[in-house]
């Protein structure tokens, strides 16, 4: 079966440090993978996806970057935190189709990351 | 833009009861939806999905319709028990990747 790890579980850093959270999947290869970013009761917002490995698509400009070194991983990275990148972050990853790639997406247990 | 919404931000039902939670989506493009559950602290979990060449699909305990001529969806859970008690997210996709979520609804079980 197939399960996804994220790492930390909770992070507590300054403004002006960096940031890198890492994300694996294990049980399936060339996986979509996805990080979003979740406020405090708010839905999920989409930063990054991957459709392979060194392949990262951004949705919104921000302060972060995601990378994937390696087919099941997925990583996603700051220079310099903000107070307002603080928030619930989510890797998700889905299998690649046939015909179609849109499916249903399975997440990690998220990272919790206040920035102070 | 378009957007996945939810009709209620919060639903509190008694214990065995049914749990009905909506809703509406704007994007005619999308053909997949999926009904997704996330407790406290924790990542989104899959409930249930359904394309759109359906209009009802059910799982153990829950039912998912789809009305596209009005552009809604509906989670009906049977027989709500305590460990029901999450938040509820809709998300649309159509074939790019990538799943639209709505801002969910928070559902309480009375005892």
């Known amino acids: 079966s197939q399960t996804i790890h994220q790492w930390p579980a909770t992070l507590v850093q300054p403004v002006g440090s960096p940031l890198s959270l890492e994300c694996t999947v294990e049980g399936t290869s060339n996986p979509n993978l996805y990080w979003y970013r979740q406020a405090a009761g708010r839905g999920l917002q989409l930063l990054f996806y991957s459709v392979g490995i060194g392949q990262i698509s951004s949705e919104v400009p921000q302060n972060l970057s995601a990378s994937r070194p390696q087919d099941r991983q997925f990583i996603l990275s700051s220079k310099k935190l903000l107070l307002s990148d603080s928030g619930f972050y989510l890797c998700?990853?889905?299998?690649?189709?046939?015909?179609?790639?849109?499916?249903?997406?399975?997440f990690g247990p998220g990272t919790r990351l206040t920035v102070l | 833009g378009e957007s996945v919404g939810l009709h209620l931000p919060t639903l509190s039902v008694q214990e065995g009861d049914n749990s009905i939670i909506n809703c509406a989506y704007s994007?005619?493009?999308?053909?997949?939806f999926i009904w997704y559950k996330q407790e406290s602290g924790k990542g989104p979990q899959f409930i249930i999905d359904?394309?759109?060449?359906?209009d009802k699909r059910q799982g153990q305990r829950v039912t998912v319709l789809l009305n596209k001529t009005v552009k809604h969806l509906s989670l009906q859970i049977a027989a709500t028990q305590p460990g029901d008690s999450a938040v509820y997210f809709c998300a649309e996709g159509k074939n790019d990747y990538k799943l639209s979520f709505g801002a969910g609804t928070t559902v309480t079980v009375r005892a």
């Open positions: 994007n005619s493009a999308s053909d997949y």
């Open positions: 998700a990853w889905s299998a690649r189709g046939t015909t179609r790639d849109t499916d249903t997406q399975y």
């Open positions: 359904i394309r759109s060449n359906m």
